[in-house]
């Protein structure tokens, strides 16, 4: 199983300028066709709970899995809500014969993956955008994680897309 990181940040490293911000205020269109393609193809794509009030809908043509600490009272079809740590349900997700997964936010759960050593790629379009403050990439990473750079892609808008493997 492929599990890839997929990011949007601005200039300065922010995934937004406040929480509960959604992407689309600020990404351009090129990246949101990019994101839905790129879920799209892996099927699969796993949000905390905070990223997921900013979209607060179904995917259409993914399956949404939304980690949380607490229950949800919400019964959208085609969304599964779990309180599962990343290895639980990265396990689960093999033994159902997934083969990609894209992990797609907030800063905690990038960070929980990554210190997991779940994750194999990470993809981040930066932005031609400065914030100055907001909200960070990663929230918390304990140890140092290495990455081997493999792609890079300047879009017409001025994004580029940095692509890399984990070490």
Same mark, same amino acid.
């Given at each position: 199983?492929?599990?890839?990181?997929?990011?949007?940040?601005?200039?300065?490293?922010?995934?937004?300028? !406040?929480?509960?911000?959604?992407?689309?205020?600020?990404?351009?269109?090129?990246?949101?066709?990019?994101?839905?393609? !790129?879920?799209?193809?892996?099927?699969?794509?796993?949000?905390?709970?905070?990223?997921?009030?900013?979209?607060?809908?179904?995917? !259409?043509?993914?399956?949404?899995?939304?980690?949380?600490?607490?229950?949800?009272?919400?019964?959208?079809?085609?969304?599964?809500?779990?309180?599962?740590?990343?290895?639980?349900?990265?396990?689960?997700? !093999?033994?159902?014969?997934?083969?990609?997964?894209?992990?797609?936010?907030?800063?905690?759960?990038?960070?929980?993956?990554?210190?997991?050593?779940?994750?194999?790629?990470?993809?981040?379009?930066?932005?031609?955008?400065?914030?100055?403050?907001?909200?960070?990439?990663?929230?918390?990473?304990?140890?140092?994680?290495?990455?081997?750079?493999?792609?890079?892609?300047?879009?017409?808008?001025?994004?580029?897309?940095?692509?890399?493997?984990?070490?």
């Amino acid at each position: 199983m492929k599990i890839i990181i997929l990011v949007a940040t601005s200039l300065d490293g922010f995934i937004a300028e !406040k929480a509960k911000q959604i992407s689309t205020d600020w990404t351009s269109k090129q990246d949101k066709d990019f994101f839905k393609q !790129k879920t799209t193809e892996a099927g699969v794509v796993i949000f905390g709970r905070g990223t997921f009030e900013t979209i607060n809908r179904p995917l !259409k043509d993914r399956r949404l899995i939304i980690m949380s600490r607490s229950e949800s009272s919400l019964d959208i079809p085609g969304i599964e809500w779990t309180k599962e740590r990343p290895v639980e349900i990265i396990g689960r997700l !093999k033994r159902e014969g997934v083969e990609q997964v894209v992990i797609g936010g907030g800063a905690q759960i990038y960070s929980l993956f990554l210190q997991e050593k779940l994750v194999d790629e990470v993809w981040v379009s930066v932005h031609p955008v400065l914030f100055g403050t907001g909200v960070s990439f990663l929230s918390t990473i304990k140890q140092r994680i290495d990455l081997i750079h493999f792609s890079t892609e300047t879009w017409e808008d001025g994004t580029v897309l940095l692509r890399y493997r984990v070490k």
